[in-house]
């Protein structure tokens, strides 16, 4: 049961072969057996998972069941769940219950989705190696002496592992597509403001978005077809209509214009890895589409000005977490200042406060011109670039990360080099723009991710081109052999 | 550009974290490093650029005044670390 896809499991359901019991209590299983192995879950809740099992089981008897009801979903713990801890891998939510769901939450809720536990993440989705959370690193189920990209590594690693069949995941600069590609799984990043921000816990806002994270590009669109829409309670949420993005995945390739970034395939891009990619975007020509050489000529600018924004808005965020509301709060506070300095000093872990001083300083006055309105004007130039690309091509394609997955511990004392395993996410989140990772080969032995970035709202196109790759490929089917998860 | 630890330890008091002494010297340096590399983009060429906050250019969306959420006080404040009588509790601050 664990190795079907969601897709798979619903048909499953339907057909009475399996109970949302039976399958629940199957994953429930699998956590137990292999999850001290790899950390992906912070929380798990039996009692909670099995009750919305038995619920989804009588909704599928009444025949209300919608594509998803009584399918087992992991979430990232940075999703608001009421009554069940919500941790952001930081100490200052170690005791966090939240008083409400999440949007995400209340829609998976809605569609008879069963809860299956919280993953682990990088502390407030700050990291690339899921190596900064305060419930200690996830492991690579590929390789448990690899990380498995962050910051939602937990959710990677669960889906990888076949603990869970899919997963929720969030996305700043390539927090979807990182782990995904790091993981050898399906993950999409739609474009800012498809999915609701409430009740996600925020990093940097005018960046931050919520997607699915699954086997297949055809589950990742079931998954998207319950989490996208308009919430009134989030003023950055679209009112673009949602679609049903299962609609258009067997579409023909034939004349898709695809561009080449010619800045994503250069001098830093690992050998093995631009194999796999060459080799995937012949299959995309095989079916008919057409491989376009473009440039993006401000590439260059995407780290530091990624660097720069994404800090300034965290360390706006950040600053609710004071000890009087909720959270962590110091022990025997003196006095105010020294409840506020002390809690935060405590809670925090060293990136999520590197991040909070540089984004501190990039606003302080005198320096607010120079380095954060600088920045914002970068991201207009990196995102015009995008604009001018698309309006030749109908799709962006290149490799998601530079490498495949490096050894815990390799990068984790040098932030500058680990903000260079972004180097090709950051700028989808720039720019807004809906971005793919869907496996596409091997390097060493190691999962390598094809990213594909789309117009605004453009995420049924993508999903299109994933779900043809993936019905003539079969390295999305393909298990890790470590630990038993196959 | 370097950055001075008394510098670090301004930014660290507007951020009101805590730094330890004997951690001021490193957090110094790896702040130095980071500025360093998004100093690269003093070089780019941004005359007459409009800033973008939002990358769909979107604007903040105004809703009617008028009240439409309960008052669950009770339940917020159940997960607070200290409160009395309905308020948040916190060190005295006037004497």
Same mark, same amino acid.
């Given at each position: 049961?664990?190795?079907?896809?969601?897709?798979?499991? /619903?048909?499953?359901?339907?057909?009475? !072969?399996?109970?949302?019991?039976?399958?629940?209590?199957?994953?429930?299983?699998?956590?137990?057996?292999?999850?001290?192995?790899?950390?992906?879950?912070?929380? *798990?809740?039996?009692?909670?998972?099995?009750?919305?099992?038995?619920? /989804?089981?009588?909704?599928?008897?009444?025949?209300?069941?919608? @594509?998803?009801?009584?399918?087992?979903? !992991?979430?990232?713990?940075?999703?608001?769940?009421?009554?069940?801890?919500?941790?952001?891998?930081?100490?200052?939510?170690?005791?966090?219950?939240?008083?409400?769901?999440?949007?995400?939450?209340?829609?998976?809720?809605?569609?008879?989705?069963?809860?299956?536990?919280?993953?682990?993440?990088?502390?407030?989705?700050?990291?690339?190696?899921?190596?900064?959370?305060?419930?200690?690193?996830?492991?690579?189920?590929?390789?448990?002496?690899?990380?498995?990209?962050?910051?939602?590594?937990?959710?990677?690693?669960?889906?990888?592992?076949?603990? $869970?069949?899919?997963?929720?995941?969030?996305?700043?600069?390539?927090?979807?597509?990182?782990?995904?590609?790091?993981?050898?799984?399906?993950?999409?990043?739609?474009?800012?403001?498809?999915?609701?921000?409430?009740?996600?816990?925020?990093?940097?806002?005018?960046?931050?978005?919520?997607?699915?994270?699954?086997?297949? !590009?055809?589950?990742?669109?079931?998954? +998207?077809?319950?989490? /996208?829409?308009?919430?009134?309670?989030?003023?950055?949420?679209?009112?673009?209509? $949602?679609?049903?993005?299962? $609609?258009?995945?067997?579409?023909?390739?034939?004349?898709?214009?695809?561009?080449?970034?010619?800045?994503?395939?250069?001098?830093?891009?690992?050998?093995?890895?631009?194999?796999?990619?060459?080799?995937?975007?012949?299959?995309?020509?095989?079916?008919?589409?057409?491989?376009?050489?473009?440039?993006?000529?401000?590439?260059?600018?995407?780290?530091?000005?990624?660097?720069?924004?994404?800090?300034?808005?965290?360390?706006?965020?950040?600053?609710?977490?004071?000890?009087?509301?909720?959270?962590?709060?110091?022990?025997?506070? @003196?006095?105010?200042?020294?409840?506020?300095?002390?809690?935060?000093?405590?809670?925090?872990?060293?990136?999520?406060?590197?991040?909070?001083? *540089?984004?501190?300083?990039?606003?302080?006055?005198?320096?607010?011109?120079?380095?954060?309105?600088?920045?914002?004007?970068?991201?207009?130039?990196?995102?015009?670039?995008?604009?001018?690309?698309?309006?030749?091509?109908?799709?962006?394609?290149?490799?998601?990360?530079?490498?495949?997955?490096?050894?815990?511990?390799?990068?984790?004392?040098?932030?500058?080099?680990?903000?260079?395993?972004?180097?090709?996410?950051?700028? $989808?989140?720039?720019?807004?723009?809906?971005?793919?990772?869907?496996?596409?080969?091997?390097?060493?032995?190691?999962?390598?991710? +094809?990213?594909?970035?789309?117009?605004?709202?453009?995420?049924?196109?993508?999903?299109?081109?994933?779900?043809?790759?993936?019905?003539?490929?079969?390295?999305?089917?393909?298990?890790?052999? /470590?630990?038993?998860?196959? | 550009?370097?950055? &001075?630890?008394?510098?670090?330890?301004?930014?660290?008091?507007?951020?009101?974290?805590?730094?330890?002494?004997? %951690?001021?010297?490193?957090?110094? %340096?790896?702040?130095? &490093?980071?500025?360093?590399?998004?100093?690269?983009?003093?070089?780019?060429?941004?005359?007459?650029?409009? #800033?973008?906050?939002? #990358?769909?250019?979107?604007? %903040?969306?105004?809703?009617?005044?008028?009240?439409?959420?309960?008052?669950?006080?009770?339940?917020?404040?159940?997960?607070?670390?200290?409160?009395?009588?309905?308020?948040?509790?916190? #060190?005295?601050?006037?004497?």
């Amino acid at each position: 049961m664990h190795n079907q896809t969601v897709a798979q499991l /619903a048909q499953g359901l339907r057909d009475k !072969a399996f109970s949302s019991v039976e399958l629940t209590e199957t994953f429930l299983q699998r956590i137990n057996e292999h999850d001290a192995n790899y950390n992906a879950f912070v929380t *798990v809740d039996e009692g909670r998972a099995l009750s919305g099992a038995r619920a /989804a089981d009588q909704r599928l008897a009444s025949g209300a069941a919608s @594509a998803l009801t009584g399918i087992p979903i !992991a979430h990232k713990d940075i999703f608001c769940t009421e009554g069940l801890r919500t941790s952001c891998g930081s100490r200052m939510l170690d005791n966090f219950v939240p008083p409400y769901n999440a949007t995400v939450i209340n829609r998976f809720n809605d569609a008879g989705a069963v809860l299956l536990g919280k993953t682990n993440l990088d502390e407030f989705a700050m990291g690339s190696s899921n190596e900064n959370s305060y419930y200690g690193p996830v492991k690579n189920p590929w390789d448990p002496t690899l990380v498995p990209g962050g910051s939602s590594g937990g959710s990677a690693a669960a889906v990888a592992a076949r603990m $869970a069949p899919a997963a929720t995941g969030t996305d700043t600069g390539g927090s979807i597509r990182q782990p995904a590609a790091f993981c050898g799984i399906t993950g999409l990043k739609p474009t800012y403001g498809r999915v609701s921000r409430l009740g996600m816990i925020a990093y940097a806002s005018s960046l931050d978005q919520g997607g699915p994270m699954a086997r297949t !590009a055809e589950d990742c669109a079931l998954l +998207l077809n319950a989490m /996208a829409g308009h919430d009134p309670l989030d003023s950055t949420s679209s009112e673009t209509p $949602a679609e049903d993005y299962t $609609a258009n995945l067997e579409n023909s390739l034939k004349g898709l214009r695809i561009g080449l970034p010619r800045e994503y395939f250069c001098d830093g891009l690992d050998g093995a890895t631009d194999s796999c990619i060459q080799a995937a975007l012949k299959e995309l020509e095989a079916q008919g589409a057409e491989l376009v050489d473009i440039s993006l000529p401000n590439s260059s600018l995407t780290i530091p000005a990624y660097y720069i924004i994404a800090p300034a808005e965290a360390s706006t965020n950040l600053s609710r977490f004071d000890g009087v509301r909720y959270g962590h709060r110091c022990e025997d506070p @003196a006095d105010l200042h020294d409840l506020y300095t002390r809690t935060r000093e405590e809670g925090f872990g060293d990136e999520v406060k590197r991040r909070i001083l *540089v984004g501190t300083y990039a606003l302080s006055a005198g320096y607010y011109d120079a380095y954060y309105k600088k920045a914002q004007q970068a991201r207009r130039l990196i995102s015009n670039d995008f604009s001018q690309a698309l309006d030749g091509v109908d799709i962006i394609a290149g490799p998601t990360t530079p490498g495949p997955a490096f050894a815990l511990g390799a990068k984790s004392n040098d932030p500058i080099s680990m903000y260079l395993e972004d180097v090709y996410t950051l700028a $989808a989140n720039l720019a807004g723009l809906p971005g793919m990772s869907v496996p596409a080969g091997l390097a060493d032995g190691k999962p390598v991710g +094809l990213q594909l970035i789309g117009r605004h709202f453009a995420e049924a196109g993508l999903l299109n081109v994933a779900h043809r790759f993936q019905q003539a490929t079969d390295w999305h089917t393909m298990t890790p052999k /470590a630990g038993g998860a196959d | 550009m370097a950055i &001075e630890q008394d510098e670090i330890g301004k930014i660290a008091e507007l951020a009101r974290i805590r730094i330890a002494d004997e %951690q001021i010297g490193e957090v110094t %340096q790896r702040i130095t &490093e980071i500025l360093g590399m998004v100093d690269q983009l003093q070089a780019a060429d941004t005359a007459g650029v409009e #800033p973008m906050a939002n #990358p769909l250019d979107a604007t %903040q969306r105004l809703r009617a005044d008028e009240v439409t959420e309960i008052n669950r006080r009770e339940a917020f404040q159940a997960i607070a670390p200290a409160v009395q009588n309905g308020l948040y509790l916190v #060190p005295k601050v006037i004497e």
